[in-house]
């Protein structure tokens, strides 16, 4: 029997620092999440969770020296205010919350020097739905199947298996370098991603897109499809108009439901796109491993950084892509984001793209 209890942790929690910071106030939903997130668990029905813009997370990480599986903090639009305990270094990207220090404004991309008494505190971002803290060493909670990333739902993982709260006290690891070395420490404006109100997002047509007919095909491809409010790190649901489906299908016998959308339960990955009713649902890191609905196409990995950050209201544009330009993509983000590519040392490769 699966007994997440008796799984060690791993090697670096014994190098812990001391406490860090306090939780004056928690946010909307304030987590914490690593760069590996939870892999080989859905069979026991646990994702992976983890950052919904890995591309930002990683990047802070980068400018800390930080290795990649270390944890920080992700923020769902209204930020947590916190009062650091000990002197540290933090890197705040993602959606721009209007950071400040003291009630000073501070930039975003940047690697910030924090002492003993200070308070980050945030507004509300306009563009992006997501924000993210990286500390120096990196949060320190018990790591649960390999990864200290919250899964809210099953109260797992993370601090205490929720979101933060006031009166919580967080710990960080040493740093890997040190400070005087990463503060000030920019990230190069080329690289910063964009944050918008309408998102392009690419996707692979499959494995049931022989459900929808050619004008629905058409259609999931050139709708506005709008970001519903009842979107959370499960999933994403669109609003937008109803499909017709295939006669075949119509008019087929039950299988798994009488609704055209209906299927044999199956097994789903992050990103595929499953078609609930007639309610497309874009799966991301808290996913379900089951789904009883058709997915009429999958957005590829390198997208899900975009579904993450879109805020109810906003509009996502589908674009088809080859399988060949998807693992093209995938192997410039991997790249781009590589421990290789870390500042750890700051190498040459960031010199000057400013």
Known sequence: MFNPTTLTVLESEKNASKPTFEVITGGIETTIQDGWSRKGYLGFGIPPSGPLDKLSFQLGN???GNQENTAGLEIQFIGPKLK???QTAVVI???NNYPAINHKPVPLWQTLAVRPGDILSFGHPQTGARSYITFAGGINVPALMGSRSTFIKAELGGFQGRSLEPGDIISTFLPYLPLGQIVGQTL?????PEFTHRWVVDILLGPHDDFLTPSDIKQLLNFDWIVSPKSNRIGYR???PEFKFTESVRERSARGGYHPSNQIDYGCSIGSVLLCGQTPTILLADCPSLTGYITPCTVI???LRKVGQARPGDIINFRQVSLEEAIQKYKIATNSTS???CLAGYPQRWANQN
Do not use: D, V
Not at 188 to 192: A, D, G, N, R, T
């Open 62 to 64: 980068q400018l800390l």
């Open 84 to 86: 650091f305990l000990a």
């Open 93 to 95: 990207t993602g959606a």
């Open 188 to 192: 190069p404006k080329k690289m910063i």
């Open 238 to 240: 669109l609003e937008g």
């Open 301 to 303: 990995n390198h997208s």
């Open 339 to 341: 421990t290789n590519y």
